[in-house]
């Protein structure tokens, strides 16, 4: 038993001793120790982070997530992570529960060439604090195959025409609830609809009914851009609601297809690293934040996922054609076209808290594919 | 060692405690503890900031599949017509293998054909199941060949490919069942109906299918009770596109942060396990147990 206590006493002097040299050395730039983070697959790849690594003397050591869900809880649980990629359908709880902490912007070099309407998005833009550095992002485009479909590609009323029955795929997401509400947002002003995410009960009712009046023209949903990918090739599909991903890959295939986005706008995602609220080691999560907002690393990160970078100056690395093909030359006009993910929930944000949340949303999806 | 089973030969007791306990503990510690916290968990309600519920007991999540929104009904009635065909496919393919690997084949054979049905538990569900969409994906081997043939058929994320792929995932769990009750019918019984002049359908109906009925339905706990519970075919070979109670409990638990009303809705298959398990007793599927 004494040994043990021995033990344990030499534990605790060591850790205490490590906590010590680390806050002395959370100045410096040089960080060192372990970053512990909870990211989406595909997000600390080698590539960019073995830099880092020798960069920051940082050892990183990730946590993929499964889901959103998933993403909070890990954080939830402070398990000691210290960032975490949010998608807008967890950064808003993350910030509501108190989880992460607002950012200097002023310690972030790239911060001043991200994407504006990213820096100011509402899926961490809350209070007038930044809670989020923007990393990569994509929108959701009118996808058509150019050979089979000769109807209207500049609106999304194309995916509830009757007359595009059996030819239409859309993503398997409850969040399409939110581009019904868009669509609607411009076709029946008088719902009111400000903002797509942001929907009292009248208002959501008015969009499921439209997306169960369109189930029937569905060929089929898809989960998986893979799947989409199928959908389009073999199986029927000739116009659908698509990530640049899957545009990518079905031009890769040599499928006739294009892409745009309709005169409504569009729903889009955005992923932002966060700081927790309490970081086992600030100084690496810092020099994370730092290394992300780099164009050079957010390029990459896009090239190998095919999504969009946040930054501005990444198109020199990704090259003219890519760049115009993520949209990531910052196009202002396009960019203020699109509706970020963020959380729906019953505090909508104006005052009110008639919102539906996001668990009622679900439901709904539930409801309107029967 | 002998010294050993001397001192539990004297203490018959301390045998068997030592014996049941894990067990026991395995079975009321984790099996039934966990079913009771989600039961509990149906009465809660769900906070939209964060995943532990709120604990204020009431109905609400059972109403909403209940009485509110008649989606659930069509999700229910449409996973028991899965559970159903798959029962019933899988017993229209396992009977007569069971038949001919148990009275017709060489022990060796035999022993080849139950080798062959158990290897594809040994490889992961999510590879069979993709192997499946190889098949069954429009331009896949099998739409492929029908086109051959001069027939156009689109089994992608169609409900008839997930009508396969179920009957194919679970099809060992109906063989191995009816196999080890083909094996027990004893050959003397066969023998003295042959010789009371009864013919091979009338000795086929009275003495061999009564006798082999148990393993049936012992197999058809399995098919239908795994159909029932499945999220990953639906979404693999369905793409999703047709919802069963899987695939709405897990949206609910995953995605919507919803647990309490996955639990309620959870406990549908177990009422309906309940039900199908007490008409089996009363077929007499346990009386061989």
């Given at each position: 038993?004494?040994?043990?206590?021995?033990?344990?006493?030499?534990?605790?002097?060591?850790?205490?001793?490590?906590?010590?040299?680390?806050?002395?050395?959370?100045?410096?730039r040089a960080a060192g120790g372990t970053l512990k983070v909870v990211a989406w697959e595909g997000y600390t790849e080698k590539a960019w982070v073995t830099p880092f690594e020798k960069q920051s003397g940082c050892k990183v050591q990730a946590k993929y997530a499964g889901s959103s869900d998933e993403m909070y809880n890990l954080m939830k649980k402070n398990a000691g992570y210290d960032l975490v990629s949010a998608s807008g359908d967890a950064s808003?709880?993350l910030?509501?529960?108190?989880l992460v902490q607002?950012l200097?912007?002023?310690t972030i070099p790239g911060w001043?060439?991200l994407?504006?309407?990213l820096?100011?998005?509402?899926n961490h833009?809350?209070?007038?604090?930044?809670y989020g550095v923007p990393w990569q992002w994509g929108?959701?485009?009118?996808?058509?195959?150019?050979?089979?479909?000769?109807?209207?590609?500049?609106?999304?009323?194309?995916?509830?025409?009757?007359?595009?029955?059996?030819?239409?795929?859309?993503?398997?997401?409850?969040?399409?609830?939110?581009?019904?509400?868009?669509?609607?947002?411009?076709?029946?002003?008088?719902?009111?609809?400000?903002?797509?995410?942001?929907?009292?009960?009248?208002?959501?009712?008015?969009?499921?009914?439209?997306?169960?009046?369109?189930?029937?023209?569905?060929?089929?949903?898809?989960?998986f851009a893979?799947?989409?990918?199928?959908?389009?090739?073999?199986?029927?599909?000739?116009?659908?609601?698509?990530w640049?991903l899957?545009?990518?890959?079905?031009?890769?295939?040599?499928?006739?297809?294009?892409?745009?986005?309709?005169?409504?706008?569009?729903?889009?995602w955005s992923d932002v690293w966060m700081l927790a609220k309490?970081p086992k080691n600030e100084a690496c999560a810092q020099a994370w934040l730092a290394y992300s907002s780099k164009a050079s690393v957010q390029a990459q990160v896009a090239k190998y996922n095919t999504y969009t970078p946040a930054s501005?100056?990444s198109?020199?690395a990704l090259?003219?054609?890519?760049?115009?093909?993520l949209?990531a030359?910052?196009?202002?006009?396009?960019?203020?076209?699109?509706?970020?993910w963020?959380?729906?929930?019953?505090?909508?944000?104006?005052?009110?808290?008639?919102?539906?949340?996001?668990?009622?949303?679900?439901?709904?999806?539930?409801?309107?594919?029967? | 060692?002998?010294?050993?089973?001397?001192?539990?030969?004297?203490?018959?007791?301390?045998?068997?405690?030592?014996?049941?306990?894990?067990?026991?503990?395995?079975?009321?510690?984790?099996?039934?503890?966990?079913?009771?916290?989600?039961?509990?968990?149906?009465?809660?309600?769900?906070?939209?900031?964060?995943?532990?519920?709120?604990?204020?007991?009431?109905?609400?999540?059972?109403?909403?599949?209940?009485?509110?929104?008649?989606?659930?009904?069509?999700?229910?009635?449409?996973?028991?017509?899965?559970?159903?065909?798959?029962?019933?496919?899988?017993?229209?393919?396992?009977?007569?293998?069971?038949?001919?690997?148990?009275?017709?084949?060489?022990?060796?054979?035999?022993?080849?054909?139950?080798?062959?049905?158990?290897?594809?538990?040994?490889?992961?569900?999510?590879?069979?199941?993709?192997?499946?969409?190889?098949?069954?994906?429009?331009?896949?081997?099998?739409?492929?060949?029908?086109?051959?043939?001069?027939?156009?058929?689109?089994?992608?994320?169609?409900?008839?490919?997930?009508?396969?792929?179920?009957?194919?995932?679970?099809?060992?769990?109906?063989?191995?069942?009816?196999?080890?009750?083909?094996?027990?019918?004893?050959?003397?019984?066969?023998?003295?109906?042959?010789?009371?002049?009864?013919?091979?359908?009338?000795?086929?109906?009275?003495?061999?299918?009564?006798?082999?009925?148990?393993?049936?339905?012992?197999?058809?706990?399995?098919?239908?009770?795994?159909?029932?519970?499945?999220?990953?075919?639906?979404?693999?070979?369905?793409?999703?596109?047709?919802?069963?109670?899987?695939?709405?409990?897990?949206?609910?638990?995953?995605?919507?942060?919803?647990?309490?009303?996955?639990?309620?809705?959870?406990?549908?298959?177990?009422?309906?396990?309940?039900?199908?398990?007490?008409?089996?007793?009363?077929?007499?599927?346990?009386?061989?147990?």
């Amino acid at each position: 038993m004494r040994k043990l206590i021995a033990v344990i006493t030499l534990m605790t002097a060591a850790a205490l001793a490590a906590t010590t040299v680390a806050s002395a050395r959370s100045t410096a730039r040089a960080a060192g120790g372990t970053l512990k983070v909870v990211a989406w697959e595909g997000y600390t790849e080698k590539a960019w982070v073995t830099p880092f690594e020798k960069q920051s003397g940082c050892k990183v050591q990730a946590k993929y997530a499964g889901s959103s869900d998933e993403m909070y809880n890990l954080m939830k649980k402070n398990a000691g992570y210290d960032l975490v990629s949010a998608s807008g359908d967890a950064s808003n709880r993350l910030i509501a529960s108190g989880l992460v902490q607002p950012l200097d912007p002023s310690t972030i070099p790239g911060w001043s060439r991200l994407t504006p309407q990213l820096v100011k998005g509402p899926n961490h833009y809350v209070g007038g604090k930044y809670y989020g550095v923007p990393w990569q992002w994509g929108p959701n485009v009118l996808l058509w195959n150019t050979q089979k479909y000769k109807g209207t590609t500049d609106s999304w009323s194309a995916l509830y025409d009757p007359a595009n029955k059996g030819k239409i795929t859309i993503p398997n997401n409850p969040i399409q609830i939110a581009d019904a509400a868009l669509y609607l947002s411009k076709t029946q002003p008088s719902l009111g609809i400000k903002d797509p995410y942001e929907l009292n009960k009248k208002q959501l009712d008015a969009a499921v009914a439209l997306l169960k009046k369109q189930r029937p023209l569905i060929k089929a949903y898809w989960g998986f851009a893979t799947d989409e990918v199928k959908i389009f090739q073999t199986g029927g599909a000739t116009l659908g609601a698509a990530w640049p991903l899957a545009v990518a890959q079905l031009k890769a295939a040599g499928v006739p297809v294009s892409q745009s986005l309709p005169k409504e706008g569009a729903t889009g995602w955005s992923d932002v690293w966060m700081l927790a609220k309490s970081p086992k080691n600030e100084a690496c999560a810092q020099a994370w934040l730092a290394y992300s907002s780099k164009a050079s690393v957010q390029a990459q990160v896009a090239k190998y996922n095919t999504y969009t970078p946040a930054s501005l100056d990444s198109c020199k690395a990704l090259g003219t054609s890519l760049c115009t093909q993520l949209h990531a030359n910052g196009n202002v006009a396009y960019l203020n076209k699109i509706s970020f993910w963020k959380t729906p929930l019953s505090n909508c944000g104006n005052g009110k808290t008639d919102c539906i949340p996001y668990s009622q949303w679900v439901a709904a999806w539930t409801s309107i594919k029967g | 060692m002998t010294r050993l089973s001397a001192f539990f030969f004297r203490r018959r007791w301390l045998k068997l405690t030592l014996l049941l306990a894990p067990p026991l503990i395995w079975l009321v510690g984790i099996y039934l503890t966990s079913l009771g916290s989600l039961f509990v968990q149906s009465f809660w309600r769900a906070d939209e900031l964060s995943p532990n519920p709120i604990h204020d007991w009431n109905l609400d999540n059972y109403r909403q599949f209940l009485s509110i929104d008649p989606v659930y009904r069509t999700v229910v009635l449409r996973t028991l017509a899965f559970a159903s065909i798959t029962t019933i496919v899988d017993i229209a393919l396992a009977f007569p293998l069971a038949y001919y690997a148990t009275r017709v084949a060489s022990p060796r054979m035999r022993r080849t054909l139950l080798v062959l049905v158990t290897i594809p538990l040994f490889s992961s569900l999510i590879v069979r199941l993709y192997s499946m969409r190889l098949i069954l994906d429009d331009g896949g081997l099998l739409t492929w060949s029908l086109a051959k043939l001069g027939i156009d058929v689109r089994l992608g994320f169609s409900q008839p490919a997930m009508a396969i792929a179920f009957a194919y995932i679970w099809l060992p769990f109906m063989i191995l069942p009816l196999v080890a009750a083909f094996e027990r019918v004893p050959g003397s019984l066969i023998e003295a109906s042959r010789d009371l002049g009864a013919k091979g359908s009338l000795t086929f109906r009275t003495v061999i299918l009564p006798l082999v009925m148990p393993g049936v339905i012992a197999g058809s706990i399995f098919t239908f009770s795994l159909t029932l519970g499945d999220f990953i075919t639906p979404q693999i070979v369905g793409g999703d596109n047709f919802q069963l109670i899987g695939t709405v409990v897990y949206s609910n638990f995953g995605i919507a942060n919803n647990a309490p009303f996955a639990a309620a809705f959870a406990t549908v298959p177990l009422a309906i396990m309940a039900v199908y398990l007490l008409i089996a007793k009363r077929l007499g599927a346990f009386e061989h147990l």
